[in-house]
DNA sequence: AGCCTTATTGATCATGCGATCAATAGTGTT
DNA sequence: AACACTATTGATCGCATGATCAATAAGGCT
């Protein structure tokens, strides 16, 4: 009995293996990291050689880079998605700090923070990685903006006032990474002090239901 | 010419080399992070051979984690002693921030950061890091305890508060780690934030001076 | 002065990494 | 049916890691 019968992998179309790949290298780094992400993990997950994936990609440091935007670019466009579907600014900002801190994103958390110490080393991956904040800073941006703008919320740095929101849900984020519990309410309290930041009234940033646990 | 010349270490009391290991190490990790401690880098930074340094230590996930610790608990330490010197909670409160996001202590913050990834596999250094933060969340809980208990401040969860606000101070720093412009006036919207979040009075945290760049 | 404890060496092993490239074999086209 | 293109292999190189341990030499003690 053969648990791995080691045949040859079949011959796909460059497009469908390169889509393979960078999907495969996606799970890995969702599973285990982006630091797992190298040529012969890659490879063994789609069961192909290791000489394969250095084939479809210039270089493992790209690999992990465009594995990082995929995963993060992905999550931005489909929060501002849901975005979209809400009427007032008020009730945008307070399902993003909802929907942010929702511990089933914690994988993408993970992703992050590991991203902030490679970017020391992997100058793509850094590039990557400040495009993606601007990229979210610019979505809360504008909800602050669409806020003032409606009369809802009141700041004078909307630009800045994005950045602290933004710091903020990276931090507790990154904390729950490694503390589960401990904190209590954690919606509850950002909602609280991103309220204090864009002058919005007290509680109106909290979702109707206590909602996700 | 020899610029390396390669002669034997001088024989030292264990006590002495243990130390001089542990200093190089902490050295090494505050300029090039922790994953740049490994046997033959802490060796070499002291001119000794890699197997003297596996001498003194059981394995290097242990020294990673000590160094670790050695580091956190050393500014943990520091910034308690400046507490200590101030007379209410309100002005230890805004010290405590101002101080935590200072640039100075960018390279600290980096070494949080890359501690929350490499904690994934290193047991002994997940610990440790649940640890501090547990020292770190105690600090900041008895200034707000001490607040209320002054009248001060008013909040009914002193503890998820004080989670809260190190959760913010953290993800603040590790934004400043990879991103340096941007925003402004970082410390009067954390300030603001805060005194939302303990019920002080808007601008009672704040420093008199802008002080730090 | 001589010995004996032990700090220190450095070679070694097994492992994993990225990258490279000649050889191989599948596939669509002619 | 033969061919040509190219996807795929897998062996290989150089380098780095942690760990181990017999051999060496320095220095304190008698």
Redesign the interface.
Known sequence: MSSTPQKRAARKAPAERAAEITQAARNLALER?L?TITLRNVAARIGVAPGLVAHYQPNVEALVAGTFTAIVAEEIEEVAGLLAGLPAPREQLGMLLDTLLDNARLDVT?IW??A??L??RNEAL?AC??EQ?DAW?AVLQGVVEAGIAAGEFETS?P???A??I??????????A???WN?????GT??A??????VGAARGSLLPRSPSRS
Chains 1, 2 share one sequence.
Do not use: F, P
């Open positions: 990291g630091s993970a923070v590991e902030w110490t970017g020391r850094a990685v400040r904040m800073q740095d630009a800045s006032v950045w602290q933004l710091g903020m849900i990276d931090g507790l984020n990154a904390q990474l490694v503390r401990g904190v209590s309410d954690r309290h950002l609280r002090a991103v309220e204090g930041m």
